[in-house]
T-cell receptor
Framework: DAGVTQSPTHLIKTRGQQVTLRCSPK?????VSWYQQALGQGPQFIFQ???????QRGNFPDRFSGHQFPNYSSELNVNALLLGDSALYLC???????????FGSGTQLSVL | DAKTTQPPSMDCAEGRAANLPCNHS???????VYWYRQIHSQGPQYIIH???NNETNEMASLIITEDRKSSTLILPHATLRDTAVYYC?????????????FGGGTRLMVKP
């Protein structure tokens, strides 16, 4: 049983560009959350998707958007990249029947 | 969700018990105590959680004080692979979104 998988593992972009990160949840999970982790800090909640809708959102600008597909996989999109968007982006999956979150290994985004 | 306070770093000798403290003096009656850890270059990993009773699983034990204002995560026989950042988080169950609020965590270094 595969856990949470994220792609790509590493990505380099330049300021102003757009990026799409992908996540496949653990088998049996229907809820996907995204977190941003800057170097040396704890992860910060971006938003969560359930039944293809954004259910909860953290304190992130509209440049950050997402999508969930019928197979529960999800994408995180970031527009107009800033240098400060450089971070590890983590995807976590869960089920409303289980309070534990399972995290992927993340996508390391570098904005130059 | 209530805030938590953890020491920024701790050392532990390999084979000895690691006791990681967490203060959560403003915890509400319906908030659970969760512990996650993050090994370098990986996503956070669930360890254990509890409400008011002490809990034990194959990874660790969680001791919660009677007033619930603090807790201790115990790794009974620490190994080098337990070197990681440990996060103590308090949250309610059933909160739409399963959002986790991470603090700075405790960086545990297990030494030979």
């Amino acid at each position: 049983d595969a856990g949470v998988t994220q792609s790509p593992t590493h990505l380099i972009k330049t300021r102003g560009q757009q990026v799409t990160l992908r996540c496949s949840p653990k088998s049996g999970h229907d809820t996907v959350s995204w977190y941003q982790q800057a170097l040396g800090q704890g992860p910060q909640f971006i938003f969560q998707y359930y039944e293809e809708e954004e259910r909860q959102r953290g304190n992130f600008p509209d440049r950050f958007s997402g999508h969930q597909f019928p197979n529960y996989s999800s994408e995180l999109n970031v527009n107009a990249l800033l240098l400060g968007d450089s971070a590890l982006y983590l995807c976590a999956s869960s089920s409303d029947l289980n309070e534990k979150l399972f995290f992927g290994s993340g996508t390391q985004l570098s904005v130059l | 969700d209530a805030k938590t306070t953890q020491p920024p770093s701790m050392d532990c000798a390999e084979g000895r018990a690691a006791n990681l403290p967490c203060n959560h003096s403003t915890i509400s009656g319906n908030e659970y105590v969760y512990w996650y850890r993050q090994i370098h270059s990986q996503g956070p990993q669930y360890i254990i959680h509890g409400l008011k009773n002490n809990e034990t699983n194959e990874m660790a034990s969680l001791i919660i004080t009677e007033d619930r204002k603090s807790s201790t995560l115990i790794l009974p026989h620490a190994t080098l692979r337990d070197t990681a950042v440990y996060y103590c988080i308090v949250r309610v169950h059933g909160n739409a979104g399963n959002m986790l609020t991470f603090g700075g965590g405790t960086r545990l270094m297990v030494k030979p």
